[in-house]
T-cell receptor, first 114, second 116 residues
Framework: AQKVTQAQTEISVVEKEDVTLDCVYE???????LFWYKQPPSGELVFLIR????DEQNEISGRYSWNFQKSTSSFNFTITASQVVDSAVYFC???WGGGFKTIFGAGTRLFVKA | GAVVSQHPSWVICKSGTSVKIECRSL??????MFWYRQFPKQSLMLMAT?????????EQGVEKDKFLINHASLTLSTLTVTSAHPEDSSFYIC????????????FGDGTRLSIL
């Protein structure tokens, strides 16, 4: 069965600190996709990144970076020099079966204090 | 710009009322849309997959007679919460996903439903 685990329920940091959000997944499918979404207090979910199972290359986008390691079934998300606007709930998600089955982790609530 | 439009964003109504939530795909024709429910401080729970021109596929434990889904066109899916009760109060979110291989889901802004 597929599973996504975000063990960190809440993280609190001070502005400008770096923070890493962990995501561990389980699947027996060889083809799958991993996603990160951000849900700010206003509620809408914002897509951040997609990674397919054949591409372990890490990615950097501005202050955001992602580390995908199949050996540990992890897809961690790092925010460098965090800002108050980064405060949100972040969800890791796993998609398989042609993309029409997706499960979400429990989410990590990030508080960035000024 | 927005890919998905979800309306209304907030509903407060009396117990026993039926409430309809609309989800529109603005950027592409969506043969499949998804409906999620999110309780406070919890993750998204998939309720059903809405298929254009056919019956929705409901997840286990979701009452299909309670949560009616109609996907009448390639750009519109509706979720109707019938005879809503306070326990139906929740945040409902729709999403659309373009075909072509595991595209990310694009989410509506959600509908906060409060049943008094």
């Amino acid at each position: 069965a597929q599973k996504v685990t975000q063990a960190q329920t809440e993280i609190s940091v001070v502005e400008k600190e770096d923070v890493t959000l962990d995501c561990v997944y389980e699947t027996r499918d060889t083809t799958y996709y991993l996603f990160w979404y951000k849900q700010p207090p206003s509620g809408e979910l914002v897509f951040l990144i997609r990674r397919n199972s054949f591409d372990e290359q890490n990615e950097i986008s501005g202050r955001y970076s992602w580390n995908f390691q199949k050996s540990t079934s992890s897809f961690n998300f790092t925010i460098t020099a965090s800002q108050v606007v980064d405060s949100a709930v972040y969800f890791c998600a796993l998609s398989w079966g042609g993309g029409f089955k997706t499960i979400f982790g429990a989410g990590t609530r990030l508080f960035v204090k000024a | 710009g927005a890919v998905v439009s979800q309306h209304p964003s907030w509903v407060i109504c009396k117990s026993g009322t039926s409430v309809k939530i609309e989800c529109r795909s603005l950027d592409f024709q969506a043969t499949t849309m998804f409906w999620y429910r999110q309780f406070p401080k919890q993750s998204l729970m998939l309720m059903a997959t809405s298929n254009e021109g056919s019956k929705a596929t409901y997840e286990q434990g979701v009452e299909k007679d309670k949560f009616l889904i109609n996907h009448a066109s390639l750009t519109l899916s509706t979720l109707t919460v019938t005879s809503a009760h306070p326990e139906d109060s929740s945040f409902y979110i729709c999403s659309v996903q373009n075909r072509g291989g595991n595209q990310p889901q694009h989410f509506g802004d959600g509908t906060r439903l409060s049943i008094l």
